[in-house]
Antibody
Framework: QLQLQESGPGLVKPSETLSLTCTVS??????????WGWIRQPPGKGLEYIGS???????YYNPSLKSRVTISVDTSENQFSLKLSSVTAADTAVYYC??????????????WGQGTLVTVSS | QPVLTQSSSASASLGSSVKLTCTLS???????IAWHQQQPGKAPRYLMK???????NKGSGVPDRFSGSSSGADRYLTISNLQSEDEADYYC??????????FGGGTKLTVL
């Protein structure tokens, strides 16, 4: 059974780059059955999709964040990562990693990581 | 790209039933959606998928009190015999091809 766990700094300064890692257990990130994704939730607000990556490195990013987002995969560590550049206070949020099946049409997110709060402040 | 619309809030009494709605935008009424539950302070949890036909499939461990249905562009989540632990935010999710994902704004359910 897949389990995902986010890790990374809880505080990032404005204009710097936010970096998070998601460690996958209970399965291989190299599996061709799954995509690996990031979602965020600002305090008191709803969910926002950031992007997804396939084990091959193929990515899709939310157009609203695309210019600042990079998602990568490290098959040797069974991890995937998120980098968000030029952050502002508006990027303060709980960041979740999650997986979804690659085969259409069953592409919903399941399971989810527990989430990690990242605050952007000087 | 599809847009999902949800009411911001709903309320119902303990032991009663409630039906939450997620509406797909024009041109996307056939799309499958997924419902997720987010209890206070916790990560979202997948509940079920609901198809345009009205069929639904629940995730592992989801109580029988939860069911799904559909009518046109509307996808529903019905919770029967409401319990206090059902007080949560409920989000719908859909996707355009494998990875173009969209979430609704969420419905905050209060159990009275």
């Amino acid at each position: 059974q897949l389990q995902l766990q986010e890790s990374g700094p809880g505080l990032v300064k404005p204009s710097e780059t936010l970096s998070l890692t998601c460690t996958v257990s209970g399965g291989s990130i190299s599996s061709n059955n799954y995509y690996w994704g990031w979602i965020r939730q600002p305090p008191g607000k709803g969910l926002e999709y950031i992007g997804s990556i396939y084990y091959s490195g193929s990515t899709y990013y939310n157009p609203s964040l695309k210019s600042r987002v990079t998602i990568s995969v490290d098959t040797s560590e069974n991890q995937f990562s998120l980098k968000l550049s030029s952050v502002t206070a508006a990027d303060t949020a709980v960041y979740y990693c999650a997986s979804h099946l690659a085969a259409a049409p069953n592409n919903w997110f399941d399971p989810w990581g527990q989430g990690t709060l990242v605050t952007v402040s000087s | 790209q599809p847009v999902l619309t949800q009411s911001s809030s709903a309320s119902a009494s303990l032991g009663s039933s409630v039906k939450l709605t997620c509406t797909l935008s024009s041109g996307h009424s056939s799309y499958i959606i997924a419902w997720h539950q987010q209890q206070p302070g916790k990560a979202p949890r997948y509940l079920m998928k609901v198809e345009g036909s009205g069929s639904y499939n629940k995730g592992s461990g989801v109580p029988d009190r939860f069911s799904g249905s559909s009518s046109g562009a509307d996808r529903y989540l019905t919770i029967s015999n409401l319990q206090s632990e059902d007080e949560a935010d409920y989000y719908c999710e859909t996707w355009d091809s494998n990875t173009h994902k969209v979430f609704g704004g969420g419905t905050k359910l209060t159990v009275l």
